[in-house]
């Protein structure tokens, strides 16, 4: 796990316990680098505590969920979108599905559900700088026998990369959080591009509250 990826997932574990992210009072005491416990303190000055808790959540699902590379997370700033303003997380996954088990419309099924929505179902309200969040996410995919023949060949062939960007409004979280809607009705609410593509998401079955 690289340093950053480790950094923001201690945050994470802070955070879930308290419900709310401290800054550690120094880089000693938090056996974080002064770097990125500055990049930390720098995020949550600029968007708040809700963004530092919404990267760990991020990134601790993507590893939750198969990283095979190194996962990595930031912000990219505030994107404006059909006269909204969102949050812009962008994640590269380190995930490179199998084309074996996971068809093309499948990927970013996978990655709302896996991802995601679960992050988004640890937050009441969203408190950001923004009407919503926009999540980047990278991921590959590619055919393999199993883990270990991917590794094997991990450098030479890494796999076909994809793009997935999901536009969620804050309100329309509140509204999943407070079991009003169900995780389909959110992604049909939702803007979704594959590739820079308008798409429609199904997904396989309702999400069921955390």
């Known amino acids: 796990m690289c340093p950053l990826v480790a950094a923001i997932a201690l945050a994470s574990a802070h955070a879930a316990r308290a419900q709310q992210w ?40 993507a590893i939750r969920s198969g990283s095979i590379v190194d996962a990595v997370i930031s912000i990219s700033g505030v994107e404006e979108r059909d006269g909204r303003h969102y949050v812009a997380f962008k994640l590269d996954t380190g995930i490179i599905y199998n084309d074996r088990e996971v068809t093309a419309a499948a990927r970013p099924v996978r990655v709302w559900a896996d991802i995601v929505e679960p992050s988004l179902r640890k937050f009441k309200t969203l408190d950001l700088p923004a009407d919503g969040v926009a999540f980047v996410f990278t991921y590959a995919h590619k055919q393999y026998a199993d883990e270990a023949d991917l590794r094997a060949h991990l450098r030479d062939s890494p796999g076909d990369p994809e793009l997935a960007t999901f536009y969620v409004l804050s309100s329309d979280v509140t509204e999943l959080t407070a079991d009003r809607i169900t995780g389909q009705q959110l992604i049909n609410r939702a803007t979704v591009l594959v590739n820079g593509s308008p798409t429609h998401l199904v997904l396989e079955a309702p999400t069921p509250a955390q």
């Open 22 to 61: 401290k800054p550690p009072i120094d880089a000693e005491q938090s056996g974080i680098s002064k770097e990125i416990l500055a990049s930390l303190h720098d995020v949550q000055r600029q968007y708040g505590k809700d963004a530092v808790m919404m990267e760990g959540q991020l990134l601790g699902q």
